[in-house]
């Protein structure tokens, strides 16, 4: 009795060796977040020059990878669900700033399948994003791009509203598509009809001031187009979203 749970002791201390070991590795990834946060920040100071803030904001992302890959070695692969939890908050933010850098560039929408690319360090990597932690951190880019919108009009920049405001409308319209369960995506979701709510007063004050051209909203608009295919279990699997972004 004694030798067997003396094996079990032996599990144990292991798996606490692990937490810790991933623990510091998050702490480590935390702060990049937090550099990460200070520079996509400036966006909002008037006269930021947006391109070299994403450049820098770029650079940073491409420097996060040394952790993943050391996240990859911090635990077995079959042990993945298990220890998953202690980084599923970071990884949020974390697709929340680089979905935000990668609007502020191209004025679209980082895919799934594009971040889960750029995370890729090499074929046989055990870390990845699951698409709820995406579409999670995605739940966050309405509110920053909501801020950006009154920010951008005390800039003077009466255009850039307009964009956010449909991009905004567009993406809610794209998770009204999924079926949600009353979890943290659906209390997630629930929060962009206010962002929405912000950026179409903004957007209504250009308007009736006549600060921005009135076809300016059809040259920005933005069409998110999403399609599910809904198993019989109902859950959403990566291969159930596909979302393309087109500017006309």
Known sequence: MERVFESYSELLEGDVKTKEEIRAIVRELNLQLRLLTSILQQIHS???????????????????????????????PQLYHKFCDNWRPTVHQFVFLTCLSYWLETSKLLSFEQIQNQFIIN??????????????????????????????VTAGNFEQPIRISAFVKDLFNGFRLLNLKN????????????????????????????????NSTNQSQIQVQTQVQDDSNKSIEPSDLKTNIVQN
Do not use: M, W
């Not at 947006?50 to 890959?69: M, Y």
């Not at 929060?191 to 051209?213: F, G, N």
């Open 46 to 76: 008037p006269g930021a020059k947006v391109e070299e803030i994403v450049g820098k904001a770029n650079e940073q992302i491409e420097g996060t990878k040394h952790f993943f890959q050391k996240l990859t070695a911090a635990f077995p």
């Open 123 to 152: 074929s046989n990597q055990v870390f990845r994003i699951e698409l709820e932690d995406y579409l999670i951190g995605l739940c966050n880019l309405p509110n920053e791009l909501a801020r950006l919108c009154l920010n951008a």
């Open 183 to 214: 979890d943290l995506l659906r209390r997630k979701f629930d929060t962009i009809k206010y962002d929405i709510k912000k950026c179409e007063e903004v957007v209504y004050d250009i308007s009736i001031r006549k600060l921005a051209p009135i």
